[in-house]
T-cell receptor
Framework: GQNIDQPTEMTATEGAIVQINCTYQ??????LFWYQQHAGEAPTFLSYNVLDGLEEKGRFSSFLSRSKGYSYLLLKELQMKDSASYLCAVYSNTGKLIFGQGTTLQVKP | EAGVAQSPRYKIIEKRQSVAFWCNPISGHATLYWYQQILGQGPKLLIQ????????DSQLPKDRFSAERLKGVDSTLKIQPAKLEDSAVYLC??????????????????FGPGTRLTVL
């Protein structure tokens, strides 16, 4: 089967660091994406990992361990505008992008 | 560069009525996707086009949903007749077809703003 798990909700304080985890079981693996989605808006691309390790892009970093079927998105120096849903998505071996349910992050002052 | 365009942005219909959504992908993007996103869930792929051909429609409820991309550019998704459980946001996405060393690369998809459908 194909399954992607993320926590449903998280809360963090402005200026802090938060880590959003994602575990997956899919038919094959051709890379993992993280998307950000503000309420009522379209998902926007954040990061892509295909090899093990950490990819850093400004305040956002994404980590992948293919052997463990695990990824995380790390957000540093949280800002109020980071309040959004964060979607983990995996490209299966059929070229289909499979999304998790998303993690709703609330940043509080 | 213009993004993925979708219309209408909002639609309210009664059950058993028909509805159609339109999508214009980013210029030059060969691959087009339609997703259904129910509130509180991640997007679920309904259909994938490569130019004007269907690549994957395994999760499209074909008894009531249909989609076409006749000229390999813009696309329409139709629901006929609608049910209450079809209330969702319908997202269109497109992706540039890139190759590297003879293989397709899994570059990111760009999403449109979506159409929020409410079925009463």
């Amino acid at each position: 089967g194909q399954n992607i798990d993320q926590p449903t909700e998280m809360t963090a304080t402005e200026g802090a660091i938060v880590q959003i985890n994602c575990t997956y079981q899919t038919s094959g693996f051709n890379g993992l994406f993280w998307y950000q989605q503000h309420a009522g808006e379209a998902p926007t691309f954040l990061s892509y990992n295909v090899l093990d390790g950490l990819e850093e892009k400004g305040r956002f970093s994404s980590f992948l361990s293919r052997s463990k079927g695990y990824s995380y998105l790390l957000l540093k120096e949280l800002q109020m505008k980071d309040s959004a849903s964060y979607l983990c998505a995996v490209y299966s071996n059929t070229g289909k992008l499979i999304f998790g349910q998303g993690t709703t992050l609330q940043v509080k002052p | 560069e213009a993004g993925v365009a979708q219309s209408p942005r909002y639609k309210i219909i009664e059950k058993r009525q028909s509805v159609a959504f339109w999508c214009n992908p980013i210029s030059g993007h060969a691959t087009l996707y339609w997703y259904q996103q129910i509130l509180g869930q991640g997007p679920k792929l309904l259909i994938q086009f490569q130019n004007n051909g269907v690549v994957d429609d395994s999760q499209l409820p074909k008894d009531r949903f249909s989609a076409e991309r006749l000229k390999g550019v813009d696309s329409t998704l139709k629901i006929q007749p609608a049910k209450l459980e079809d209330s969702a946001v319908y997202l269109c996405a497109s992706r540039e077809l890139r190759t590297s060393g003879g293989y397709y690369s899994y570059n990111e998809q760009f999403f449109g703003p979506g159409t929020r459908l409410t079925v009463l």
